[in-house]
């Protein structure tokens, strides 16, 4: 027979992933435009200088991803990103890397920050894909601005009732909702912590893991693979005499006495 399609075939390529760049610097949107556009999966279909041309240009062709600027003429990106959300992912590439303005964007429905300089092409190419699939990623800046929301609590919260709703983009094992949401009381001091004897990186871990992250989450926030994570839980445990997370994490906050009594999964 001929003329009919082999449904053993290879199966066409996916549609690349649609990528709008808003940024106020000509020469930031064209070398990111240079840089997507040459990855075969990836085309930008519009740059924007403001927040209002990126929410113009993602109502005109819907977007997969739009990588958003935080300072900009007239519209800013926080200002813009309550209108973009609803629409797209939303992905900041900036320079601003202050806590307060970290904590805002990821508040107003960000679902990632890349702070310039934290990153590599090959990282902010992965972070795009990613953001896409709902996996937030964000460079160690960022994520100091989240540790320190966590340990100091957020702005306007309360001791009792319910954390307010997450607005993070994405369902499912991916979701970071509990970054914006839980805020551990940290009663265990930096000097306390120190008789552990865990790394810097194990530390960082650590604290993520407090957060309520699981391992892919923390995997894409430190730019590490799932694997890696899991050697540096495996050496947690075994410095803090635990057993499994939520012990680890009750004696790195100070909540229980470090006796070696097991505790199940929280």
Not at 93 to 98: I, K, R, W
Request: charged letters at 25%; a negative charge.
């Amino acid at each position: 027979m001929t003329g009919e399609p082999n449904p053993f075939g290879e199966a066409p390529p996916p549609a690349p992933l649609r990528v709008v760049v808003a940024d106020d610097n000509p020469v930031v949107r064209a070398g990111l435009t240079a840089l997507l556009d040459g990855r075969e999966d990836l085309t930008v279909v519009a740059e924007a200088a403001d927040g209002k041309e990126a929410y113009e240009a993602a109502r005109a062709h819907r977007p997969d991803v739009v990588l958003l600027d935080v300072r900009m003429p007239g519209v800013d990106g926080i200002a813009a990103l309550p209108h973009l959300v609803p629409l797209t992912a939303v992905l900041m590439l900036t320079y601003s890397g202050e806590k307060e303005t970290v904590q805002e964007a990821l508040r107003r429905g960000a679902n990632g920050y890349l702070v310039h300089g934290e990153f590599t092409a090959d990282e902010l190419v992965t972070a795009v894909r990613d953001t896409r699939r709902g996996r937030p990623h964000v460079t160690p800046t960022a994520a100091g601005a989240l540790l320190a929301q966590l340990r100091e609590g957020s702005p306007g919260s309360t001791a009792s009732g319910p954390p307010p709703e997450g607005r993070w983009r994405g369902e499912g094992p991916t979701s970071t909702e509990n970054l914006s949401q839980l805020q551990p009381d940290v009663a265990q001091s930096v000097s306390d912590r120190s008789a552990y004897g865990l790394s810097g990186r194990e530390a960082e871990i650590m604290d993520l893991i407090a957060s309520g992250m699981n391992n892919q989450q923390i995997a894409a926030t430190c730019f590490i693979s799932e694997k890696t994570v899991k050697n540096h839980i495996n050496r947690i445990f075994a410095k803090l005499h635990s057993t499994s997370r939520s012990e680890a994490t009750a004696k790195w906050l100070g909540k229980v006495p470090g006796s070696g009594r097991e505790w199940g999964d929280l």
